[in-house]
């Protein structure tokens, strides 16, 4: 569904009506591998937002990043000291069930379309002497764009301070794709991570405001 069709109980020329902010951490998921710290933005849009079952849909940015420690990559020689770096732009679906008193409590579960522009491998490459009794080291940095395909659930609430709503949510979210190697069984590895978003809701005058200003262009 696209972003420019709205409800009739809200029609706005702005599409969007939350924007968020977050933290992220990759899980320590397997042997030698370790996850890192990342960060993110995004901005999304509240479908059936007066109903207790909605949708948002938006577009984020997501800077993600692990470590693994080596593998064997051919009789050849083995990788060590190796980070796998995602920046990621994605288009999430996700389903909003809202409960409580107020109904300021919500669970979500959804999906989303992972575009990478840049995935960045960093290692050593170190050579073997089953094959030359001479060992090269080598430091390497590959980047490819990719695809994925990525699952999340959460959970947040919805806090009323003044006049204005901001948003608090824990999820988990995991990519489909395995960036391991194929040749030599290694660890998976999964652009995944835990999430702590703050967001801010536009409130009915910020909306008016945003309204105004794009009829102007």
Same mark, same amino acid.
């Given at each position: ?11 706005m020329?702005?599409?969007?009506n939350?924007v ?14 370790l996850?890192?710290?990342? @960060?993110g933005?995004?901005?999304n !849009? !509240?479908?059936r937002?007066?109903?207790?079952i909605?949708?948002v849909?938006g577009?984020h ?9 080596g ?18 732009i ?8 809202? @409960? ?6 919500f ?6 379309f992972?575009?990478i522009p ?15 009794p001479?060992i090269s080291?080598?430091q390497?940095?590959?980047k490819?764009?990719?695809f994925?395909?990525s699952g999340n ?5 919805? &806090?009323?301070?003044?006049?204005k709503?901001?948003?608090?949510? &824990? ?7 395995? @960036?391991?190697?194929t040749y ?9 991570f ?5 967001g ?12 105004d200003?794009f009829?102007e262009?």
């Amino acid at each position: 569904m696209p972003f420019c069709l709205f409800s009739q109980q809200d029609k706005m020329k702005f599409p969007f009506n939350e924007v968020i902010l977050s933290i992220n951490k990759t899980p320590n998921y397997a042997e030698g591998q370790l996850g890192y710290l990342g @960060f993110g933005a995004g901005i999304n !849009r !509240r479908y059936r937002d007066q109903s207790s079952i909605g949708f948002v849909m938006g577009i984020h940015y997501n800077y993600s990043s692990q470590y693994l420690d080596g593998y064997q990559s051919s009789r050849a020689g083995y990788h060590s000291d190796i980070t796998y770096t995602f920046h990621t732009i994605s288009i999430p679906v996700t389903w909003r069930y809202k @409960f409580g008193n107020d109904e300021n409590i919500f669970f979500e579960v959804g999906g989303s379309f992972d575009i990478i522009p840049v995935y960045k491998k960093s290692y050593t490459y170190t050579t073997s002497y089953f094959l030359s009794p001479e060992i090269s080291v080598g430091q390497f940095a590959k980047k490819t764009p990719g695809f994925n395909l990525s699952g999340n659930a959460g959970i947040g609430a919805i &806090l009323s301070i003044g006049q204005k709503e901001v948003l608090i949510k &824990l999820e988990y979210k995991i990519g489909a794709a395995n @960036f391991g190697e194929t040749y030599w069984p290694t660890q998976p590895i999964h652009d995944q991570f835990t999430r702590f978003t703050i967001g801010y809701l536009f409130n009915k005058g910020l909306r008016e405001r945003l309204d105004d200003f794009f009829k102007e262009y």
